[in-house]
């Protein structure tokens, strides 16, 4: 792909914002480079490795913090990473017809925006539920919270595969019914966690299949590296809740235009 400034300036405006509200790339990115004219499946393929490369770094200041439940990332990835192989396997078998799975994907974007954006609205309030009811039965019987994780990743894993929408806002917000009293910055750490073999399996999928630009990622990294950097030195100075409110409002109206 021929160097494009624009796409430069996408990325460091997605970076600048994910790090700013924590909000993912995902649900940021994909629309703008479909708004750019590039094809579902090649903005999908695109996103996903970006999303493995950005969320790397993460990872390792969460850690490093001890912001990460590993068991909790364990039983996420065994239930992701069979639905994503077999996510890939089920668009392997539409590649006869471009068109069809170009269609597919679209449609699934546009709702998995209008679940984030719902996601986004409502993560305080499902938050503060989960805590009232964190002393329930359910909450205390490891099992099924085990089996429960896992069916999240099954969840997540065909969701972002289709979409690279997903891993953050939606993930973040189905484990605080699971684990209401893990410490918020942990959810988040466990989450990013997660996230990265996810979409490194999904996107290294994509890219078997034909669907990869890698000069497209090059140039939203170059752009989208120290977006997230500026942005983080800025966290906790902006109002987060003007700012989470505005992306998911633009979120829903482009959901709302990719469905109906």
């Not at 994503?84 to 925006?113: F, Q, R, V």
């Not at 679940?115 to 964190?134: D, P």
């Not at 894993?157 to 942990?186: D, E, M, R």
């Not at 290294?204 to 497209?216: I, P, R, V």
């Amino acid at each position: 792909m021929d160097f494009h400034y624009g796409l430069i300036v996408a990325g460091l405006t997605v970076g600048f914002i994910v790090g700013l509200t924590g909000i993912g790339g995902g649900s940021l990115m994909t629309p703008i480079l479909l708004w750019f004219g590039i094809p579902p499946t090649k903005a999908v393929a695109v996103d996903l490795l970006y999303a493995a490369v950005t969320k790397t770094g993460g990872a390792f200041v969460h850690n490093k913090k001890k912001n990460i439940d590993w068991a909790i990332t364990g039983w996420l990835v065994l239930g992701s990473i069979p639905a994503s192989l077999l996510t890939l396997w089920i668009l392997h078998s539409m590649k006869t017809d471009t068109t069809a799975m170009n269609a597919t994907i679209k449609y699934s974007l546009g709702w998995a925006l209008l679940f984030t954006s719902v996601a986004i609205i409502f993560k305080n309030k499902i938050l503060a539920f989960s805590q009232k009811h964190a002393g329930d039965k359910f909450h205390k019987e490891s099992k099924t919270q085990n089996a429960l994780t896992i069916l999240i990743g099954v969840m997540l894993g065909a969701v972002v595969t289709l979409t690279s929408i997903g891993a953050g806002a939606l993930g973040t917000v189905t484990l605080f019914f699971l684990y209401p009293l893990l410490p918020t910055p942990k959810l988040v750490g466990t989450e990013i966690a997660h996230a990265i073999p996810l979409t490194l399996v999904a996107g290294l999928g994509h890219a078997s299949m034909g669907n990869m630009d890698f000069g497209l990622l090059g140039q939203l990294l170059i752009g989208s590296l120290p977006g997230i950097y500026f942005g983080s030195l800025l966290s906790g100075k902006v109002p987060d809740l003007l700012l989470r409110n505005a992306i998911a409002i633009m979120l829903f109206f482009v959901g709302y235009k990719l469905v109906f």
